[in-house]
């Protein structure tokens, strides 16, 4: 199993930054896709950026240029730098990874084994 754990949300300027971290323990060697979700109540959970186990990344046009995802397997943590951040960039930030796959026989498919944090919130205001 694997527990994540979210810090460093908070209140920050428009233009301003934060750094987010996730604590990351037990079968962690296995997660194979990090990643940053944010959520906005009333709207669907969305992707901002992931990272896999080769060290690619990716953003979503939204936060690209302005967040940095990257994971520190010394520590055992995914962190997500914010710049230049934007009111729009307000949400609860969630962490996510994924550790393999598994056979769901109800709908005969392979599915990821996804792992959530509780969230975070970041808030963008003057």
């Known amino acids: 199993q694997v527990q994540l754990r979210e810090s460093g949300g908070g209140l920050v300027q428009p233009g301003g930054s934060l750094s987010l971290s996730c604590a990351m323990s037990g079968d962690t060697p296995s997660l194979t896709l990090l990643a940053w979700y944010r959520q906005v109540p009333g709207k669907k959970r969305e992707l901002v950026a992931h990272?896999?186990?080769?060290?690619?990344?990716y953003y979503i046009d939204a936060v690209k240029g302005r967040f940095t995802i990257s994971r520190d397997n010394a520590k055992d943590t995914l962190d997500l730098r914010m710049n230049y951040l934007k009111p729009e960039d307000t949400a609860v930030y969630f962490c996510?990874?994924?550790?393999?796959?598994?056979?769901?026989?109800?709908?005969?498919?392979?599915?990821?084994?996804?792992?959530w944090g509780r969230g975070t919130l970041v808030t963008v205001s003057s």
């Open positions: 996510y990874g994924e550790r393999g796959v598994y056979y769901d026989d109800a709908d005969y498919t392979y599915k990821p084994r996804e792992h």
């Open positions: 990272i896999i186990s080769s060290g690619d990344t």
